[in-house]
């Protein structure tokens, strides 16, 4: 067993907009969207799920309490995925000085389609992974989880406020690994109650 600790990031407060309810808490077979991602999270290779929500999110925290995560909630709600990204690395840093060979992933919240066998393959082939940088891709498209080297922790710091994570490979400063994966879920996010309704019809048996 690896001696380097992965820390899991999972940015959740965004509002549903689109879903018109809370996305996280929809059920999905036996289990909310939030409960699958968290066990596919809660395998031997991740050392702390660290799921970051709204100050006001009293719903989804109450939901939390009995999970293995640790649930952080800013006094300022993130405005975006980045602002998520970087309380998270703020607090982990805090509680557990990374060295910086050790790791964290980032994954939405809402990918709940992911098993813990394909993060477990995928925390394998990190630990082999020569790059700064980890992107899983199926039929060459870039899907969850991204797997970060800590050393990069402070690459996410220096962005400019309109630029997301992925400018850091879009601009060319940082040339990602891309580890085939031939699971589709990787690509498979929930925005809308359309696309809720087909991973119904999809992923739960009657």
């Not at 719903?59 to 309490?65: F, K, M, S």
């Not at 980045?82 to 840093?93: D, F, G, R």
Request: charged share 25%; glycine share 4%; hydrophobic share 40%.
């Amino acid at each position: 067993m690896t001696t380097r600790r992965l820390f899991a990031i999972v940015p959740a407060a965004g509002r549903s907009r689109r879903m018109g309810a809370h996305k996280l808490l929809l059920s999905l077979g036996s289990e909310t969207v939030i409960q699958r991602l968290v066990r596919a999270l809660s395998g031997e290779s991740v050392k702390k799920v660290v799921i970051v929500a709204r100050r006001d999110d009293a719903r989804l925290a109450e939901h939390l309490a009995d999970l293995p995560v640790e649930l952080l909630q800013p006094e300022t709600d993130p405005p975006d995925m980045k602002s998520s990204v970087q309380y998270a690395l703020s607090w982990i840093k805090e509680c557990y000085q990374p060295a910086e060979d050790e790791g964290w992933l980032l994954v939405p919240a809402d990918h709940p389609v992911l098993e813990q066998s394909v993060i477990e393959e995928l925390c394998q082939g990190w630990e082999q992974c020569p790059a700064d940088v980890m992107i899983p891709v199926y039929q060459n498209r870039k899907g969850h989880p991204t797997f970060f080297r800590w050393s990069m922790a402070k690459e996410i710091f220096k962005l400019p406020a309109e630029q997301g994570i992925n400018a850091l490979w879009q601009r060319g400063g940082v040339q990602p690994h891309l580890q085939s994966c031939d699971v589709p879920e990787i690509l498979l996010d929930l925005d809308t109650p359309e696309e809720f309704d087909e991973l119904q019809k999809k992923y739960v048996k009657d």
